[in-house]
């Protein structure tokens, strides 16, 4: 085996203080209320990891809440893709993958989307900007007596 192939496509960024409430969804509604703020670990367009005390099962279908300091909260769906105990941190880390975005029932809103987009931009890493094109040498054009 060649080894972990990194399958992300996209970028991955923290926000620094913010947190993330979760509460589990049972089909069709969910009658608990949202857990206490947890620690993000990192965000992208398509999921989000987060620290938490208790493991949590792949597949495990999730209510968020993301909470970025000063900030209306963001609120999504999510399934939980895996759950690993970080030594690190002391505490579960669990990493989610949201629901598809678009106009429907179950589906995550379009502009929560654009949200994680401006979010991206503010806090992502900035790419670098485009090396200057260079022509091919011409030793008629570019000669150099």
Known sequence: ??????????????????TVQYKS????????GFSQPSLTVNVSKGGLAFECRNKME??????????????????????????????????YVVGVEFAPFGAGRGLNP???LNRLRELEFEYGEKES?????????????DHLW
């Open 110 to 112: 379009l502009e929560t």
């Open 58 to 91: 792949r597949g495990k279908k999730l209510a968020l809440r993301l909470i970025v300091p000063g900030e209306d909260p963001l609120e999504l769906r999510a399934s939980v893709r895996w759950c690993a105990f970080s030594w690190e941190r002391t505490t």
């Open 25 to 32: 969804l049972w089909f069709p509604i969910s009658f608990n």
């Open 1 to 18: 085996m060649a080894g972990n192939v990194e399958r992300r496509e996209c970028q991955r960024f923290e926000i620094p203080g913010a």
């Open 129 to 141: 900007p485009p090396a200057p094109i260079r022509r091919p040498f011409d030793p008629l054009r």
